[in-house]
Antibody
């Protein structure tokens, strides 16, 4: 079955860290770029970060640059997002999404996980 | 960053109506425009990529058009299962950016 499954979300205090993971199955993982997109419940979609098929290029939104790190392990078909120095405005549902090609902005995002909720609060 | 502006929102229409959503980019994105459908409590689904190409398995009542800075998304005959929020997204340059969404309701 073709799917993406996120994990690692939860409640965390401001300033602390959290690591999200995404397990991919059912497709050739290392052929495609992967992304993280977040959504405050009831609000719109915000792209967070992307990584090309090989992992050699990583890109970030300005809102997370310097605090978040995206990585992938093609041998394990997994994608991670290390989130440091978390802030209240990072509170959102985080989706893992698959690109339609290997580059960071080639085409749309054609597969999404169910999301994992991150709540940053004291 | 490229800003994407969608209209209208919300959009209220009757079953069987033809509905159109527009999306405008702040700079030329050629045809690098994608459309998603998000039903309540679900992840987004890619419906259309490259402005007009229908994703596999998507019903033919959905269509897209446009290039440059002006794009449109049309449902030719609105069905009850089409109740959702629709987002445009540009993939011309980083950061990837989404429109604010158009919630489609049944009148």
């Amino acid at each position: 079955e073709v799917q993406l499954v996120e994990s690692g979300g939860g409640l965390v205090e401001p300033g602390r860290s959290l690591r999200l993971s995404c397990a991919a199955s059912g497709f050739t993982f290392d052929d495609f770029a992967m992304h993280w997109v977040r959504q405050i419940p009831g609000k719109g979609l915000e792209w967070v970060s992307g990584i090309i098929w090989s992992g050699s290029r990583r890109v970030y939104s300005d809102s997370v640059k310097g605090r978040f790190t995206i990585s992938r392990d093609n041998a394990k078909n997994s994608l991670d997002l290390q989130m440091n120095s978390l802030r209240a405005d990072d509170t959102a549902l985080y989706y893992c999404a698959k690109g339609t090609a290997g580059g960071t902005h080639d085409g749309g995002l054609d597969m999404w996980g169910q999301g994992t909720m991150v709540t940053v609060s004291s | 960053d490229i800003q994407m502006t969608q209209s209208p929102s919300p959009l209220s229409a009757s079953v069987g109506d033809r509905v159109t959503i527009t999306c405008q980019a702040t700079q030329d994105i050629k045809n690098h425009l994608n459309w998603y459908q998000q039903k309540p409590g679900k992840a987004p689904d890619l419906l259309i990529f490259d402005a007009y190409r229908l994703q596999r398995g998507v019903p033919s009542r959905f269509s897209g058009s446009g290039s440059g800075t002006h794009f449109s998304f049309t449902i030719s005959s609105l069905q009850p299962e089409d109740i959702a929020t629709y987002y445009c997204q540009q993939s011309d340059s980083l950061p990837l950016t989404f429109g604010g969404g158009t919630r489609v309701e049944i009148k």
